[in-house]
């Protein structure tokens, strides 16, 4: 028992190397792997009884190399067959699961989804939100963001017609709130991988806006147009509201356009006309309309507050919300596909299930407070809606840990501090422009270059240890680069954990020449060198994966 479980404890560490990968592949290694997961023979079934004392640790062993061999990309994932991601799905969905077992039943699934049309299918029949939760509310961070992935996969390849009503479970299963409370507020650091995964269900939660953002408003349509008829209701009370006998239809058309005026609308005849241009589309209504019935005091205080001012002092309201949605599109870019090096995501948003709507609330208020702040007339709308601009970009800057805390960073950033950050960033860019300065800096160039030159050659030569990612970002195994003394040849090499000091150039199995001119390094040494200082201070282990793969 104690020689086959070593021999899939070796399996697993050499099916990292590509070379053994591709022979063991070629004598259907995969296959005979798969057929030992599903065990869906009688004589399997038999191994497993057998084995049973060790079995977790060799279905472990199992699994780690599998999932090593199809990182090599040499197998598609279209060739398993459905009783494989069975027995992978029943992993996951039955409880007290070993630890090593679920991780890597996870990792396996999600790179099913994101491979695969037709395993996405399966893997979604077999696979349901509510079977993941748990894996949220257990106290391992690698765990929860195996599985954070896998929801992430199915959301990115869920069809556009699917991922409104698997929006709709997650709510249900209030996935949110327990991200909130298992992970984000959790008393522990949120590892790089873990904030890549919420920073990528941030951008796809964010994407479900789309489809509004992209939606003309159609003036013909009764129900749209009843919205607008809502907005003036809620801000006016409908309290001058003639009855059908009462006036003329030209004193209702005069009525209705004073009152759209005070809305703010650009076209006060027929407002649903500043609801065709897209981006914001339908969204900046919604937002509107969310604003006007959840915080109905502020939405009625800022109308009728810029309804009493002269006309070239009001605040437009329903102009400044289309402008502001469109612009609160864009810093959260609304409609792009998640970065794969990305980890930049806010917890305040996860801090209310509409949260872009409340994002929104605030920033309309802050606009109002800014354009009083400035005294502003329509002629200065682009400059107000500029500062409102750095005035939320500055705040998410701080991530906040919630809404309330971002309305605290925003009343700190009034418009005079605003200017204020403005002069002293402007003086010390001036400061360094000075002529002095500049003449000093044309005089010392060439000699800090030289010296910038030599600390980056030997910063190569020193060498530096990378952490390696497979193509799941997995960090778990490591290498290391070093350019040799003569700088002409780049040692580099797998290394098994994280060396003490220095490594010896033969301890490094390959090498490949790195070009230089005559004159010294070429330009791409130099600019390794600067990469692996910069990583050494501080780094993404994903940009150190790119630069590995610049240098390899």
């Not at 609308?265 to 969310?290: E, K, R």
């Not at 799941?472 to 680069?481: G, T, V």
Request: charge should be neutral; hydrophobic fraction near 35%; glycine fraction near 4%.
């Amino acid at each position: 028992m104690d020689s086959k479980l070593e021999a899939l404890k070796d399996l697993a560490s050499l099916s990292r190397d590509v070379t053994f990968a591709q022979e063991f592949i070629n004598l259907d290694g995969i296959f005979l792997l798969t057929q030992m997961v599903e065990s869906g023979t009688e004589r399997y079934q038999k191994l497993q009884k057998i084995m049973k004392p060790c079995f977790g640790d060799m279905l472990s062993f199992t699994l780690t190399a599998f999932v090593e061999l199809m990182d090599h990309g040499i197998v598609s994932w279209d060739t398993f067959s459905v009783a494989f991601i069975k027995k992978i799905a029943s992993f996951v969905n039955k409880s007290g699961m070993d630890t090593s077992i679920l991780q890597r039943s996870l990792a396996i699934l999600e790179s099913m989804v994101l491979n695969s049309h037709d395993l996405y299918q399966k893997v979604a029949q077999e696979i349901t939100i509510g079977q993941l939760i748990p894996h949220l509310q257990g106290t391992d961070q690698e765990i929860q963001t195996y599985t954070i992935a896998v929801i992430n996969a199915l959301f990115l390849k869920a069809p556009d017609d699917r991922r409104q009503e698997m929006a709709n479970i997650l709510a249900q299963k209030q996935l949110r709130s327990i991200i909130l409370t298992h992970v984000i507020r959790a008393q522990r650091a949120i590892n790089n991988e873990m904030a890549h995964q919420l920073y990528v269900l941030q951008v796809l939660t964010f994407n479900l806006l789309e489809d509004r953002m992209m939606t003309k408003m159609d003036p013909q349509d009764q129900a749209q147009r009843d919205i607008i008829f809502e907005l003036r209701r809620i801000a006016f009370d409908a309290e001058s509201e003639p009855n059908a006998s009462s006036g003329s239809m030209e004193k209702r058309k005069s009525m209705y356009t004073r009152d759209y005026k005070k809305l703010g609308f650009i076209n006060h005849v027929n407002p649903a006309m500043d609801f065709t241009q897209t981006p914001p589309g339908m969204l900046a209504l919604d937002n509107m309309l969310y604003f006007a019935k959840q915080h109905q005091d502020a939405y009625i205080r800022i109308v009728l507050e810029n309804s009493s001012r002269e006309d070239k002092h009001e605040c437009p309201f329903g102009r400044s919300s289309i402008e502001l949605t469109k612009m609160l599109c864009e810093t959260l870019k609304v409609g792009e596909l998640p970065s794969e090096t990305c980890n930049d995501f806010h917890p305040m948003f996860f801090t209310h299930d509409r949260s872009f709507e409340e994002f929104f609330c605030i920033c309309i208020q802050l606009l109002n407070k800014t354009w009083k702040e400035m005294r502003a007339t329509s002629e200065d709308f682009n400059k107000v809606m500029q500062v409102v601009k750095e005035q939320v970009m500055r705040a998410l800057t701080t991530k906040p840990s919630s809404l309330d805390q971002f309305k605290s960073k925003l009343q700190n950033l009034s418009y005079t501090e605003i200017l204020k950050i403005r002069q002293s960033e402007r003086m010390n860019q001036e400061d360094f422009q000075s002529r002095p300065i500049l003449e000093l800096k044309e005089k010392i160039q060439p000699e800090i270059l030289e010296l910038i030159k030599q600390q980056r050659l030997n910063r190569l030569v020193e060498g530096t240890c990378f952490r390696k990612l497979n193509s799941r970002r997995r960090q778990d195994k490591f290498w290391y680069c070093r350019l040799s003394p003569n700088h002409k040849v780049l040692h580099y090499g797998d290394l098994e954990e994280s060396p003490q000091g220095e490594v010896p150039h033969d301890s490094l199995q390959d090498k490949r020449k790195w070009p230089s001119r005559a004159g010294g390094p070429s330009w791409g040494c130099l600019i390794v060198s600067w990469s692996l200082n910069v990583m050494q201070k501080d780094c993404s282990p994903r940009e150190s994966h790119q630069v590995c793969l610049i240098s390899s």
